[in-house]
């Protein structure tokens, strides 16, 4: 018997603008001890699914058709009272911002807790055992003495970790999983991931995990729906929808993954145009606007979910096939036109970069009592027109790289040479002159756009502050830009929450080009973009990359982004640089066990390959960086770490040509003419 069957959802929400059919017709059922995937875009009503099921709707929200079946009852005719004896008790759910989920004045002990006794019949005492418990049962380093925190004083994926036991406190049948590791590292992610699997098969519960991310569905679903527009599209089991997609959707979404193993000269597929709004979808089939393969019959009916197969049934007039699979590909050159005096030369080098930040007790006094070591001896160079990836977890100084890079912030010591200049040197006048080249692309645009200011004086502004030519000439600059990213002229008068992520994302890249620069840092620039949005900005960066003569810094912890962008990268951990190198080299042969679990990490969109994978890439915690730890700073997590690496740290060794890393044991064999590089 399912635990979970719906039967024919349709979930609407009252909006003054009309009524948005964010679930149209939805069924599907979910076994015992399974995890069924549900993936899909922004906006194509996957959340709204799980929102649906545990009865948790925004407001104007109401299901207005169709069955939700679960242990005999209709979720969907049960009055108030009566769901929340289901909710959180009987199904768990794990949202995806656990910042915003947990409550920030309760202790973690305490939300736990709550849970308990809202549902069992328990004193405080057994409450907040039973809350020690789940924490020791979601792999919480410390159990008892964390019950005292705060989610402030939680790392992400702790706070994940948190969200997960609050669910599974009272062992529930089923677990709806709503992108649990969306904004998490790679490594916290595969540990999170993990830990589902692991808690799945314990507690011999069911799992419906809602992700964008095909990759992450490829490892741990069981059986995969795919959603556009507020219906499936295609299902069935992971093997056999990786293997034989038939829906020109599915297709598109694995095509537009950047994948290690495909050539970097090859532009990403991007599927053209954006979902439609389901308050006015189109006739006929709903993703025949964006779809290579429509003609008018897919405009003028509507297909049914059916198809020769009965378990991988599909909603096409033309399913896709072995032979059309394949989408449009664009051979792109990696660089622009540069100079030829100019081309390769050094634009900017980071000479033994080190920057600590103190940390301060008192509230009149404010004592140093230590310093946060962001930034440990880094030297780098970046050459003109190329682009370098920085990687690592959040916490190991990629951004404080960035900063510096910019001159935002100016280093504790050592040097940030621009062109030869050193950036720390200067001020006032000067250091404005010189940064007019430096810009940066901030990860979070909605963040960093002046939500009071329209787009066309956000782009406006960086010329008003340099001074640089007339209104008439600043206002032809901004429909220049924003033609260039790929916007209308009219979104001048927009502003910025009036635009999607990727419009606002294009934004961000617009003004970054405002002073024609000669390097940007993009710090994390597709990290919040759904796959389809993201392979069309990482294209864009591409071609402007190529028109402008562009030097690009991109700062992510997605190895698979890295390798479609940098020709060099430089693998950073707890401050340190561990790794450095051509991207050829890095990827292929990585010398470092760092990189080496960061790539192991990296979700393929391959069933076979993500199942033949072995535990945990990188386990554990990053360490603090108030004290980090004696030696290799990665010991601690360090499957090969031997005595020697906790009393020296290692210094960085060449493994052929620009081929450096830093450690005792390393994946690779050291050149024989290899010394010390880096004192």
């Known amino acids: 018997m399912s635990v979970l069957e719906i039967d024919g959802l349709r979930t609407f929400i009252k909006r003054r603008t009309g009524v948005v059919r964010a679930v149209d017709g939805v069924s599907f059922s979910v076994e015992p001890g399974e995890t069924v995937g549900l993936v899909g875009e922004s906006g194509c009503g996957k959340t709204m699914t799980g929102l649906s099921i545990m009865r948790l709707l925004p407001g104007g929200g109401f299901i207005a058709d169709g069955a939700i079946r679960f242990g005999g009852a209709d979720l969907a005719a049960l009055n108030e009272p009566a769901m929340r004896k289901v909710r ?20 973690i002990g305490h939300q736990i807790a709550e849970v308990v006794r809202e549902h069992r019949d328990v004193s405080k005492a057994e409450a907040m055992a039973r809350a020690e418990e789940v924490l020791a049962l979601v792999g919480m380093p410390r159990p008892a003495e964390r019950l005292a925190y705060y989610p402030h004083q939680l790392s992400g994926g702790l706070r994940q970790r948190v969200m997960i036991g609050i669910a599974l406190a009272c062992e529930p049948k089923l677990l709806i999983a709503d992108e649990p590791t969306t904004a998490l590292d790679v490594t916290i992610q595969d540990q999170i991931l993990t830990l589902l699997d692991d808690l799945k098969e314990r507690l011999g519960m069911a799992v419906l995990l809602i992700t964008h991310d095909m990759g992450v569905i490829a490892g741990r679903a069981d059986r995969v729906m795919v959603m556009y527009a507020g219906k499936i599209v295609e299902k069935a089991s992971t093997g056999p929808l990786f293997e034989r997609t038939r829906h020109p959707y599915t297709g598109a979404l694995l095509a537009s993954i950047p994948r290690l193993d495909q050539p970097v000269t090859h532009r990403l597929y991007a599927i053209p145009g954006l979902p439609p709004d389901l308050a006015d979808p189109p006739p006929g089939c709903r ?114 790289v960035g900063r510096m890079i910019v001159a935002l912030e100016r280093p504790t010591s050592g040097r940030v040479l621009f062109e030869g200049q050193d950036l720390g040197s ?61 916007l209308s002229p009219r979104s001048t008068e ?85 790794e450095v190198g051509r991207s050829v080299d890095v990827y292929e042969r990585p010398a470092h066990p760092y990189t080496f679990g960061l790539l192991n990490t990296i979700p393929v969109p391959d069933p076979a390959v993500e199942r033949a994978k072995e535990g945990v890439a990188v386990a554990g915690e990053l360490p603090s960086a108030m004290d980090p730890p004696s030696g290799c700073r990665f010991r601690t997590r360090c499957p090969l770490a031997r005595d020697i690496c906790a009393a020296e740290e290692p210094v960085l060794r060449t493994f052929g040509g620009e081929h450096k890393a830093a450690c005792h044991f390393p994946l690779q064999t050291p050149a024989e003419s290899s010394e010390v590089l880096v004192q």
């Open 287 to 400: 993703f025949a606007p964006r779809c290579r393969f429509a003609d008018e019959e897919c405009t003028a009916s509507e297909p049914v979910l059916g198809g020769p197969a009965p378990d991988h049934p599909y909603a096409c007039f033309h399913p896709i096939g072995p032979d059309s699979a394949a989408v449009p590909t664009e051979m792109v050159d990696r660089h622009g036109e540069l100079d030829g005096s100019g081309a390769d030369s050094d634009l900017l080098v980071l000479d033994h970069a080190v920057k600590e930040f103190p940390v301060t007790s008192g509230a009149l006094m404010r004592r140093a009592v230590g310093s946060v070591k962001a930034v440990s001896d880094v030297t780098l160079t970046i050459r003109r027109g190329e682009t370098l990836g920085l990687v690592g977890e959040s916490g190991c100084g990629k951004t404080t």
């Open 88 to 107: 959180g008790n009987e199904i768990g759910i794990v949202f995806q911002d656990p910042m915003t989920s947990l409550n920030p004045t309760m202790t």
């Open 426 to 486: 200067l001020a006032g006048a000067r250091l404005r002159q010189v940064r007019k080249d430096l810009q940066l692309m901030f990860q979070d645009p909605y963040a960093s756009l002046d939500p009071r200011m329209r787009v066309g004086s956000i782009l406006r502004e960086p010329l008003q502050i340099q001074g640089l030519g007339s209104a008439v000439e600043q206002r032809a600059r901004v429909a220049d830009l924003l033609r260039e990213v790929g």
């Open 494 to 578: 927009l502003y910025p929450h009036e635009f999607s992520g990727g419009q606002r994302q294009r934004i961000g890249l617009a003004r970054a080009l405002a002073l024609s620069p000669k390097l940007i840092v993009a710090d994390e620039p597709v990290s919040a973009l759904d796959v389809s949005i993201r392979s069309q900005i990482l294209n864009l960066m591409r071609r402007l990359q190529a028109a402008h003569g562009l030097t690009y810094v991109v700062i992510s912890h997605d190895l698979s982004v890295i390798r479609y962008l940098a020709d060099q990268v430089g693998v950073m951990y707890l401050g340190k640089l561990v």
